[in-house]
């Protein structure tokens, strides 16, 4: 009988830490996940600002070049207009029309850079919009990490007051187990996303079929057995290490 009393105590004493452990895990996770949204978007907005500022680059590059372009084309036209004067004051007609093939092929020269510099401003227009367009994403993506910073800060403030209160619950509720039979929760805790406990789900008195109410594994009567006579040994599901407790009239109406 002594047992049976004890066995309950220690499986309310887990219970109850369990409760007060996953709503101190529900709430770590909020402020985790917003955290993690932070570092998501800010990641992104790195990826986006290094792309602007590659564009930009190349915007300018391409200013550059056709700045260039100008600069050559001008140059052929000085040669072709001092030409034309020498043309006009050519004096003998193999004299003229040396100037004018010359005259020819600079033109020629003269109108392949102006074709080149035709594709080159497509190219700048393309760019400019591409830059534009990058830097309205940039701005947005910023927007968006201030959002999510301020969510976080948010979170984490309007969470802080009851996280200290479940903390020291939490103490209270660890102070009552067992150092083992706590370490043993800890971990399985751990490998369970918090979920230490399972119930045994009874399908069957008579066939003594038993199951693991989180993992559904049938137990080895002998588990059963030992959770009804024993009174301090922790008995924990094969197949996914939870803790079994039976369910009882009193786990069930704090549930
Ligand atoms: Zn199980």
């Known amino acids: 009988m002594a047992a049976t009393i004890v066995e309950m105590t220690l499986t ?66 000085i040669r072709i207009e001092k030409l034309r004067s020498e043309l006009n004051a050519s004096t003998n007609d193999k004299q003229y029309r040396a100037i004018l093939t010359e005259m020819k092929s600079l033109e020629a020269l003269r109108d392949e850079i102006e074709t080149t510099e035709l594709g080159e401003m497509e190219k700048i227009e393309t760019t400019q919009v591409e830059t534009t367009s990058m830097a309205e994403s940039v701005a947005n993506q910023s927007r968006m990490c201030d959002a999510a910073r301020a969510e976080h800060a948010e979170c984490a403030a309007a969470v802080a007051e009851r996280v200290e209160e479940l903390e020291r619950e939490r103490a209270m509720a660890a102070g009552r187990v067992p150092e083992k039979i706590l370490s043993v929760f800890e971990e399985v805790a751990e490998i369970n996303d918090g979920e230490a406990l399972a119930s045994v789900i009874e399908l069957s008195k008579k066939d003594r079929d038993y199951t693991c109410g989180a993992c559904h594994v049938t137990l080895p009567y002998h588990l059963v057995v030992n959770l009804h006579s024993s009174g301090t040994d922790l008995q924990q599901c094969p197949n996914c290490n939870r803790i079994l407790h039976l369910e009882t009239e009193e786990a069930e109406a704090e549930v």
């Open 12 to 77: 309310e004493d887990l219970m109850s830490l369990y409760r007060v452990d996953s709503q101190l895990r529900g709430l770590r996770t909020r402020v985790e996940n917003a955290s993690d949204l932070v570092a998501l978007r800010k990641r992104k907005f790195e990826k986006l600002t290094a792309e602007h500022v590659e564009i930009a680059t190349r915007f300018r590059q391409l200013q550059a070049q056709l700045a260039n372009l100008e600069g050559e084309s001008t140059d052929y036209k």
